[in-house]
C-alpha cells in the first residue's frame, strides 16, 4: 500500500494551501481516507477524515471552517484544503486511510504516508 502526498510548502500567514494524497495497492474498498499533523516537539493530532463516498467527515477542534476535506478521483484520492492559514498550522501533514472517519479521529489507523512539510512564516 502506497500513499502518495503532495501539496506541502512554504506559505505566508492568511494564505491557502490544499494538500493531495492518492492511494494506491489497496485490494478492498471502502475505506476512509484523513489527515494528521505533526508540528515540532508535539504529538501527531488528528486533522480531518471523510468516508469513501465523500459523503460524512470529521475534524480535528477548532479546524473545521478553515479546513475541508475531499475525496475524488474514484475515491482514491483525499484532498485537504487549507484557508486562513496561521504559524501555528506549521507541521508535517500525514495521509492515511482507515476504516471510518469517527475511528480515524481517535487515531485508529491501517497505513500511513510519508508526510508533507506545511510551513507558515508570519
Same mark, same amino acid.
Given at each position: 500500500?502506497?500513499?502518495?502526498?503532495?501539496? #506541502?510548502?512554504?506559505?505566508?500567514?492568511?494564505? !491557502?494551501?490544499?494538500?493531495?494524497?492518492?492511494?494506491?495497492?489497496? =485490494?478492498? +474498498? #471502502?475505506?476512509?481516507?484523513?489527515?494528521?499533523?505533526?508540528?515540532?516537539?508535539?504529538?501527531?493530532?488528528?486533522?480531518?477524515? =471523510?468516508?469513501?463516498?465523500?459523503?460524512?467527515?470529521?475534524?480535528?477542534?477548532?479546524?473545521?471552517?478553515?479546513?475541508? =476535506?475531499?475525496?475524488?478521483?474514484?475515491?482514491?484520492?483525499?484532498?485537504?484544503?487549507?484557508? #486562513?492559514?496561521?504559524?501555528?498550522?506549521?507541521?508535517?501533514?500525514?495521509?492515511?486511510?482507515?476504516? +471510518?472517519?469517527?475511528?480515524?479521529?481517535?487515531?485508529?489507523? !491501517?497505513?500511513? #504516508?510519508?508526510?508533507?512539510?506545511?510551513?507558515?512564516?508570519?
Amino acid at each position: 500500500v502506497q500513499l502518495s502526498e503532495s501539496g #506541502g510548502g512554504l506559505v505566508q500567514a492568511g494564505d !491557502s494551501l490544499t494538500l493531495s494524497c492518492t492511494a494506491s495497492g489497496l =485490494i478492498s +474498498t #471502502g475505506y476512509a481516507m484523513g489527515w494528521f499533523r505533526q508540528g515540532p516537539g508535539q504529538v501527531r493530532y488528528f486533522v480531518a477524515a =471523510i468516508d469513501w463516498s465523500g459523503t460524512e467527515a470529521d475534524y480535528g477542534d477548532s479546524l473545521e471552517g478553515r479546513f475541508t =476535506i475531499a475525496r475524488k478521483n474514484g475515491n482514491n484520492t483525499v484532498t485537504l484544503s487549507m484557508n #486562513g492559514l496561521k504559524p501555528e498550522d506549521t507541521a508535517v501533514y500525514y495521509c492515511a486511510v482507515g476504516r +471510518t472517519p469517527q475511528t480515524m479521529a481517535v487515531r485508529v489507523v !491501517s497505513f500511513w #504516508g510519508q508526510g508533507t512539510q506545511v510551513t507558515v512564516s508570519s
